[in-house]
């Protein structure tokens, strides 16, 4: 708590212990004014370059009744600034995570996106896997992987379009399922991949709940001390992975014209575009941040689109990312939501069909079962897309009315 007027001096309030685990690194957004990284516990803290002054020097002080002072004496001479001991104690006391400091508060206490977190693999599981996805993060091999992956999509593509897709068989629906989820794995290693191959630190493979829907998660803390390239990297390294092995699965079902492929293949590509979308914090979110240089990106994007209603002067490049981020959010609701309504429908019509036989057969009943996942699923899917849109629009407004 800050000193009252008329309280005890400023010195003998004692300067709190930081935790040895903090590091501070410099952050590389793109801009003229230096930036740092803050991590602990897996958290991440963009700070100014005063701030991690003050951080280094609380971290070399001893715990005296002077050393606030100190601090600030030090500080100023660094940035070659005044910087007094009381601003240095409403920074500490009131600014920068408690959570860094000795005892620490549980960081985890306020509420997250992702909840419910649970560890299926750990990194050290994970190096015979990522021995082998490292390789096909080198430069020319990517870019000979993406236009070849492009090309056979292209060919599967006009193969679709011209002979059109059968029906899947009851077994068929579980071998979607399992190849979808072996994408998935994918491109969760494809992140892990491209932060290990760039000398980041990371973790392992989990799952959680993201609000209301069920997400796997990479933990790739480390990717916030790599340059904006790397973790731009990092961030396209799970649809690139995921993207090829739909390209893979198309070679197949070129040959062999199995429509569980074909099944597979297309949930593959709506998650990808889900996972692309700037809206939520899933990879196209932190992959138009890091390209744009921005670490909040959606704070900003409020900001430009409230100087744009009040007809404030913008500039070029805040018209250039508002622009980008509203046609890619624009064009994946209207993909979502067309996309779920007809599978929806479908799903509908063929879960009705599938239980509306007499058979008893352990098919008919492996497709009542099957139909029924689906159904489930897209329902899901439904629910929480309207639940995080709403949650998305009241969230702004609120933010609009306490600023009216």
Known sequence: MLAAAGSSPMNTT??????????????DDGGTAPRYVVAIDGHHFVVTAAVAAVLDEIRARDMDMHAFETVAARVSHRLATTITPRQVETLVRERIPQALFTPAKDVNAEQEPLMCRQLLLSGPRLQSWLALAVPLFATRVAIAGCALSLAIH???ALQVWSGGAGDTTAAGYWWSLALTLAGIFLHELGHL???HR?????????VGIYWCLPAFYAEVH????????????VDAGGVYLQFMFAAVLGVFYLVSHAQALLSAIVLTHVLMLHTL????????????????????LHRRIRDVGRKLLRRGQLARSELALFAAFTLIALGYFTYLLVALGRNLGLAVASFLTATSTSDLSMAA?????GQGMLLAFMAAMAFGVALLIARAGGALLMESSNES
């Open 365 to 369: 009943v492996l497709a009542v079962l």
């Open 14 to 27: 004692t300067l709190p212990r930081l935790r040895d685990e903090v590091i501070v690194r410099p952050f």
């Open 198 to 206: 760039f000398g980041g630190q990371h973790g392992g493979i989990g």
């Open 222 to 233: 480390g990717a916030w001390t790599l340059s904006r390239r790397q973790r731009a990297a």
């Open 277 to 296: 979308n700037p809206v939520l914090k899933f990879d196209g979110y932190w992959l138009l941040s890091d390209l744009a240089g921005i670490h909040n």
């Open 193 to 195: 991949a491209a932060c």
């Open 154 to 156: 292209v060919l599967l």
